[in-house]
């Protein structure tokens, strides 16, 4: 019995150990204005909303995009204002402060099998 309840509170920790690690690495990625380390957390289809233009985008398609919007922008820092999972999915709030302005920025990832992927980026003037 001793060695079941250890087992239950190893998983416990491991889970909740893991609990943000795909939106942490994708935060770390906007921090430094890496397109590349983004892109490989993208789901087959993914949504990027900007302030001139907003689409569905696939994984190729959105990794240009999002590396156009950092060479336009480039990244000075990213400040997480609220994060938080829901129903297995996770969400980031933050702001995106470039050289050209400040973003409001959401990140929305959603878990599909054994990972976390990535399904909208949305980046709305401050």
């Known amino acids: 019995m001793k060695h079941f309840f250890t087992l239950a509170f190893l998983f416990v920790a491991l889970t909740s150990f893991n609990k943000y690690i795909g939106i942490d690495d994708v935060i770390a990625a906007m921090k430094t204005g890496n397109a ?26 959105a990794e240009l995009v999002l590396k156009d919007f950092f060479a336009s922008n480039p990244v000075k820092s990213f400040e997480i204002i609220h994060k938080g999972e829901n129903a297995g999915s996770q ?11 400040a973003y409001r920025t959401t990140i929305f990832m959603k878990q599909k099998g054994e990972r976390q992927v990535l399904q909208e980026l949305r980046f709305e003037n401050r």
Do not use: H, R, W
Request: aromatic share 10%; hydrophobic share 25%.
């Open 36 to 61: 590349s380390t983004v892109a490989k957390f993208f789901d087959n289809s993914v949504e990027i909303s900007m302030p001139d233009k907003s689409n569905s985008y696939s994984k190729s398609q």
């Open 91 to 101: 969400y980031c709030i933050g702001t995106l402060q470039t050289k050209s302005g």
